[in-house]
């Protein structure tokens, strides 16, 4: 059965603030490839399917992906739009999957659901500091960071050149099943 799921983050950003979002999302996945409950798959905005990272690979799978404990997964990241403006931007990422009830191999006891137990993503976005930028500062990029849903909420990131709060997380990111 094909489903999809979306997830929505919004970010609060300071006039310092150069931000963007990153085509990489992690998501937590009923995964029934490897038949194990709650794992992250990596997903790239563009790409034709997740990696799923398990400990658990079929023989036909350890020769090409050789200790990785990672598989392709049928699920990928459909929708990426991208809204706001200087004051604060908003992401709402649409995730497709195939999906099948199965039975943990590990946890039989394990609940499987199209959302899973305990649904959670990671959102990863890149920000710099116009103030450092300003200064003259060769590296006033803070590189990419993340925010997920199980942070304790709200959260600010300061610059970590010079300590000005760039971006304030208000809320968690929100999941949602979606027909």
């Known amino acids: ?23 990489k999302v992690e998501f937590s996945h009923d995964c029934f490839v490897c038949r ?12 034709s399917h997740g990696l799923c ?14 200790g990785t404990g990672s ?9 990426f739009d991208v809204a706001g403006g200087a004051t604060g931007k908003t992401l709402r990422c649409r995730v497709s999957f195939w999906w099948s009830p199965f039975t943990d191999l590990q946890r039989p006891q394990a609940q499987v659901g199209e959302l899973g137990a305990g649904p959670w993503a990671r ?16 590296d006033w990029f803070n590189g990419e960071q993340s925010l997920q849903t199980n942070t304790v909420l709200p959260v600010v990131r300061p610059c970590t050149r010079c300590g000005t709060d760039l971006v304030t997380m208000p809320g968690a990111p929100e999941i949602t099943l979606v027909g």
């Open 1 to 23: 059965m094909l489903s999809h799921v979306e997830i929505t983050a919004r970010v609060e950003l300071s006039q310092a603030a150069h931000f963007g979002w990153s085509n």
């Open 36 to 47: 194990r409950t709650g794992r992250t798959v990596t997903l790239h905005h563009g790409a």
């Open 53 to 66: 990272h398990s400990s658990r690979q079929p023989l036909e799978w350890q020769d090409e992906q050789a």
């Open 123 to 138: 959102l990863h976005y890149r920000v710099g500091c116009h103030a450092c930028r300003d200064a003259g500062e060769a």
């Open 71 to 79: 598989h392709p997964a049928p699920i990928r990241i459909t929708g």
